[in-house]
């Protein structure tokens, strides 16, 4: 149980390092993601005016249509898609890449990986 406490710590202090210098506007928002066990949640935010402009998750209805699980890596290539679709609606086209202090390795490259082929500039 330490270990786990410690590595999250150490996460979250690469959160805050990252966080520093990572802005998003409403031109170019902040791709976040939080990823946890099973799920991964991942949003676009404008830091100017702190809100939110669109949000997916793998508990989403959108998302559950298309696959079953959320914890694996083709899920997060699916989530990657169904966000650059959403964004695209919406007229947004770059964003800042915010891997919330995870490594980009495994599920959080696969997610960029695919908002990157679906559309995406970052």
Do not use: W
Request: glycine residues 8%; hydrophobic residues 35%; proline residues 1%.
């Amino acid at each position: 149980m330490a270990v786990t406490v410690k590595r999250e710590a150490s996460r979250l202090k690469r959160h805050q390092r990252i966080r520093k210098n990572v802005m998003g506007t409403k031109e170019k928002p902040r791709l976040s993601v939080h990823r946890s066990l099973n799920n991964l949640f991942i949003q676009l935010i404008d830091d100017v005016e702190g809100k939110t402009l669109c949000a997916v998750s793998t508990l989403d209805k959108r998302f559950k249509e298309k696959s079953k699980t959320g914890g694996n890596i083709k899920s997060s290539e699916v989530l990657g898609e169904i966000l650059a679709k959403e964004a695209k609606d919406k007229g947004i086209k770059k964003v800042v890449f915010d891997r919330g202090g995870y490594l980009y390795h495994g599920r959080i490259k696969a997610l960029a990986d695919a908002a990157r082929k679906a559309g995406l500039e970052f």
